[in-house]
């Protein structure tokens, strides 16, 4: 584990743990507040996020850019990351050996940040963070803490994408975060 961000950001840059490494044009460390409150994981970059080296970039990106501006957040106050921190081929889900290869480079981020709230943005995030014995459709909307930490698992923006009868859902666990927030 690293104390500082800039020897975790390092220690990534050449990383070469697992296969997702070959195709990649960037690494997507994370962005946003090193102190915040409030943080996001997602499930693993895509095609725009790979070109950029940014998370939450693409059509996905920009559903949560307007999520932000709705709840009144600025997304430079969240700090936003993925499970994996190299684009899967094809947007596929990542796989296990995938996941485990980059977790310790996510639970150094969370500790580094020490956010007050997490949202889990879809089954890959719920289930590599908190137990494979998550299932998203059934705990979507639920709070669950652990370790100090309070989890908001709920459905990625890109799942809104492809069913539009999420965003409610969506949007209510959102407001739900920022009330929760608001409170701390």
């Known amino acids: 584990m690293y104390d500082n961000w800039e020897e975790l950001e390092k220690s990534i840059e050449e990383c070469k743990k697992c296969k997702l490494c070959n195709n990649r044009n960037n690494i997507v460390f994370g962005e946003g507040n090193k102190e915040a409150d409030l943080m996001f994981i997602g499930e693993g970059p895509g095609a ?13 990106g920009k559903l949560m850019n307007e999520a932000f501006k709705g709840l009144g957040i600025k997304r430079e106050e ?16 990542p796989e296990e050996a995938e ?42 909307g639920k709070w669950i803490e652990k370790k100090g930490i309070k989890y908001m698992p709920t459905w990625h923006p890109a ?3 492809r069913d539009e009868n999420k965003k409610i859902e969506f949007w209510k666990d959102l407001k739900e975060v920022a009330n929760n927030l608001n409170k701390m």
């Open 159 to 161: 799942a809104l994408l």
């Open 99 to 140: 996941a485990v290869a980059c977790l310790n480079y996510l639970r150094n981020q969370v500790i580094l940040v020490k956010p007050k709230i997490i949202v889990l943005l879809g089954s890959t995030a719920l289930k590599n963070i908190l137990g494979k014995e998550y299932g998203i459709t059934a705990m979507r």
């Open 78 to 93: 969240v700090y936003i990351a993925n499970i994996v921190k190299c684009r899967p081929p094809q947007n596929r889900v």
């Open 48 to 60: 725009d996020e790979d070109k950029q080296g940014i998370p939450f970039v693409g059509k996905a």
